[in-house]
């Protein structure tokens, strides 16, 4: 199928080359024509495992193109889809400037009958939106579709070739055949329901997702008070078929694109239809009071932080991605400068973007993990990184002034810190506080 796709942030860039892949011949569009250049030049504008190599394969095998002349990508397509940005609004609703200029811009480039698919998450009811523009911007006959995305970042691609599901929101039976038919080089595991029914799905699987890592946090401080093993709760929990092991990693909380945005944005959704969602409020505010629980253990472990050195491993919301958006790192960090801390920040990836969103003198920029652990008095992981899991931690009491690790992941088993001098606390689980150094390195 000849396809165009109308953004080439994650979700569109993503699809378009992974549609590529799949023999189909695919257009992607952006107004931005520095970001089309970089494209043209294999340069890819996200930080995502594996996806410049796919856009050089299919560039060269002449299934895939980027372009900013939408008008030239409608008009020679037979599929268009939408992947446009959809940000938070400063009250948690999603922001549909961008799918609006789409739709109208669509509406004026149509030179025949098209298939108009949204894969932008978009509140229940945008897509009859999107149908009423493109009607107010054309006399060509068109129908409208929505096809959620489910991708993570980090994993995108082999979550777009290989997902556990395609959601399909179709209002005119006939396209049930061909958009399957599209779907199945995919999986066939695909799902046909009503528009409305679609753009609901996507935010019940969000705010679901989101609800159990909450819950597991609020179970992890439990443990913390009684004495129980929150991994150990959770692997028992997640034996249970019923429950499902994903999700259950207690740490200081969810962060990037998807589920703080998405959250926000069905309690809005509840509230326009005037139903109060109290369990998604909650679990919002277990999610931003969980992140300070790594202050208030370096606050018990070192007392004020004013003057204390402090190591950040980790920037990004997540390993593999250098997306900042939502990062739990983001308030850590602005409260240890406000408390007069001086910081050694680290991250394999996101350094440059955290770096645009917070520079401060008190911040010292290190090249790698052990430099920002040489000197400090405490050292904070804050994403589960590979690099990360492969420091010896046998070595850092040689370069911190206090052996102390804050794992706000759970990275570390107990088997891997006992014996190696350091005072570790994680998040759930029985702290190993009291180790000292050998006496020859005791200061």
Not at 98 to 111: D, L, P, V
Not at 119 to 137: D, R, W
Request: proline fraction near 4%; glycine fraction near 8%.
């Amino acid at each position: 199928m000849d396809i165009a796709v109308i953004g080439t942030g994650y979700v569109g860039l993503v699809s378009g080359v992974c549609f590529a892949e799949v023999g189909n011949n695919v257009i992607c569009v952006d107004h931005d024509e520095q970001k089309i250049e970089k494209l043209q030049n294999l340069i890819s504008p996200i930080y995502e495992p594996g996806i410049e190599q796919l856009m050089e394969k299919n560039l060269n095998a002449g299934r895939l193109a980027f372009t900013s002349d939408l008008a030239q990508a409608i008009s020679q397509s037979e599929l268009i889809i939408i992947a446009v940005g959809t940000p938070s609004l400063p009250n948690g609703e999603a922001n549909l400037t961008y799918i609006e200029q789409a739709a109208m811009e669509i509406g004026k480039a149509m030179n025949s009958y098209k298939i108009i698919a949204t894969k932008s998450t978009v509140p229940v009811g945008t897509n009859e939106h999107i149908q009423m523009i493109i009607a107010m911007n054309t006399m060509q006959s068109f129908d409208v579709v929505s096809i959620p995305e489910f991708l993570r970042e980090g994993s995108a691609i082999n979550d777009t070739l290989h997902p556990d599901r395609i959601v399909l929101g179709i209002e005119n039976p006939s396209l049930a055949a061909p958009l399957t038919e599209l779907h199945r080089s995919f999986t066939d595991q695909i799902f046909v329901t009503s528009i409305r029914s679609a753009e609901m799905i996507k935010y019940a699987s969000n705010a679901f997702l989101a609800t159990k890592i909450s819950f597991i946090n609020e179970i992890s401080n439990i443990c913390e008070k009684v004495g129980a093993d929150v991994t150990e709760v959770a692997k028992g929990m997640g034996q249970d078929k019923r429950i499902g092991s994903s999700f259950l990693s207690a740490g200081i909380g969810y962060g990037g694109s998807c589920f703080p945005k998405d959250t926000d944005a069905l309690i809005q959704i509840a509230g326009n239809v005037d139903y109060e969602f109290q369990l998604l409020k909650s679990v919002v505010e277990v999610n931003k009071s969980q992140r300070y629980k790594v202050i208030t253990k370096l606050e018990a472990s070192l007392g004020p932080l004013s003057g204390k050195s402090v190591g950040i491993w980790g920037l990004s919301f997540k390993p593999n991605t250098d997306d900042i958006r939502y990062a739990p790192s983001i308030e850590i960090v602005e409260t240890l400068i406000r408390a007069g801390a001086r910081l050694k920040l680290y991250d394999p990836i996101a350094m440059e973007k955290f770096r645009e969103r917070i520079d401060h003198p008190a911040i010292q920029w290190c090249e790698n993990a052990l430099e920002a652990a040489t000197g400090a008095d405490a050292i904070c992981l804050l994403t589960d990184w590979e690099e990360f899991k492969a420091v010896p931690l046998s070595q850092l009491i040689f370069v911190m002034e206090q052996p102390i690790l804050i794992d706000g992941r759970n990275v570390f088993s107990k088997e891997q810190v006992q014996g190696t001098g350091l005072e570790y606390y994680s998040v759930g689980r029985p702290d190993l506080i009291g180790a000292s150094r050998p006496k020859a390195l005791a200061r």
